[in-house]
Nanobody
């Protein structure tokens, strides 16, 4: 499975962005998907995840109510809609996929495939 993330950019605090992660490869629609992020000087942290058909989602407490993960199975694409952004959301965002129908424990090691990362910068 190959993942290609896009949609990052510079936005003012309070603004919104939508990240996309296009997947290709065998059975890429049968995988759990997730977004992680790495802020400068920090570890790669979990942001959001969903099971293979999008019926179950999970979010980090820091983004609950502001971010939404979704997928378009026809387009083999996973999205992360980010609203009410703050400077604390500044990070490189990575999409990831795991060969599992359900959501794995949301740690980086549980996800086998990774996109290249897209930079999100939120100015105050």
């Amino acid at each position: 499975v190959q993942l290609q993330a896009s949609g990052g950019g510079l936005v003012q605090a309070g603004g919104s962005l939508r990240l996309s992660c296009a997947a290709s490869g065998r059975a890429s629609n049968s995988y759990a998907a997730a977004w992680f992020r790495r802020a400068p000087g920090k570890e790669r942290d979990f942001v959001a995840a969903m099971n293979w058909d999008g019926s179950v989602t999970k979010y980090a407490d820091s983004v609950k109510g502001r971010f939404a993960i979704s997928r378009d199975r026809a387009k083999n694409t996973v999205y992360l809609e980010m609203n009410s952004l703050t400077p604390d959301d500044t990070a490189v965002y990575y999409c990831a996929a795991a060969p599992s129908l359900s959501i794995p424990v949301p740690t980086p090691g549980r996800f086998r495939y990774w996109g290249q990362g897209t930079q999100v910068t939120v100015s105050s």
